[in-house]
């Protein structure tokens, strides 16, 4: 599958011609459903507390949080924290099962390479490669169980797709969960299945911090990097307009 793990092994998230186009193909509809959807008022309130959040306290999720500081990027600690909280209300209105602590590493790493590239993995052509290559890393130091690492892995490489089919059953909850996280934060979509109340308090706790012109620079940067990636693919597709936008304004 495009962007996923298994992809990135074989040429390191550099799309080909030919994958350009059977990517556009795939995501064009999927996306601009979901942006309109987007629109829609929030539905029923939920009763969903962002206080009553029962997150783990585990050794891995320590120094998870200790590597995302270490970004000293406000704007996308406070981004991948929501996208962590925006994760758990999509599942509860959906009823869906999940892994809390395999979802909190995902999020909380997702982003790490955009915005504290090492050298060492500078034969990655995608910044999700190197995330989850981190990220592998870190669950390795902590002797964390293969499987989960590997799915965590998966999660980060497969987030900037756009979209994902949730009737796809090679893929995880929190796999999917992550991507429409990422996509909720940056673009709005899904944000009417999250109740009013806890947006509010969501977005008191992790503000902005003028997200979104600095997710445009950093795209822009990706995107000279690694003008054959998925978002410079994304960004022609009309991105950088959807975040405009979007019903977040900073």
């Known amino acids: 599958m495009i962007g996923s793990r298994e992809w990135m092994n074989i040429n390191a998230g550099n799309l080909t011609f030919i994958e350009k186009i059977k990517f556009i193909n795939q995501i064009i509809f999927p996306i ?7 629109k829609v008022k929030a539905s029923a309130p939920s009763s969903l507390d962002i206080k009553t959040v029962q997150l783990p306290d585990s050794n891995i999720i320590k120094n998870a949080i200790a590597t995302l ?8 600690i406070n981004h991948s924290w929501r996208c962590l909280f925006w994760s758990i209300a999509i599942a509860a209105h959906k009823n869906w099962k999940y892994d809390i602590e395999e979802l909190a590493l995902a999020c909380l790493l997702h982003d790490i390479a955009l915005v504290d590239h090492k050298d ?8 999700t490669y190197e995330s989850a290559l981190r990220a592998e890393q870190l669950c390795e130091k902590h002797q964390y169980n293969e499987i989960k690492t590997a799915n965590i892995s998966n999660a980060i490489c497969l987030h900037m797709n756009g979209i994902l089919n949730e009737k796809d059953s090679n893929l995880t909850k929190e796999v999917l969960l992550l991507q429409k996280a990422t996509s909720c934060d940056v673009i709005g979509t899904d944000l009417n299945l999250i109740g009013q109340n806890f947006q509010n308090q969501l977005l008191k706790q992790y503000p902005r911090e003028n997200f979104n012109s600095q997710f445009k620079q950093l795209m822009q940067h990706e995107i000279t990097k690694h003008p054959n990636s998925r978002a410079a693919v994304l960004q022609k597709l009309g991105m950088n307009i959807m975040i405009s936008f979007s019903f977040f304004k900073e």
Not at 120 to 127: A, D, K, N, P
């Open 69 to 76: 500081e270490h970004t000293q990027n406000t704007a996308i």
């Open 32 to 38: 601009s459903l979901s942006y309109a959807k987007s």
């Open 120 to 127: 060492e993995f500078s034969g990655c052509q995608c910044f």
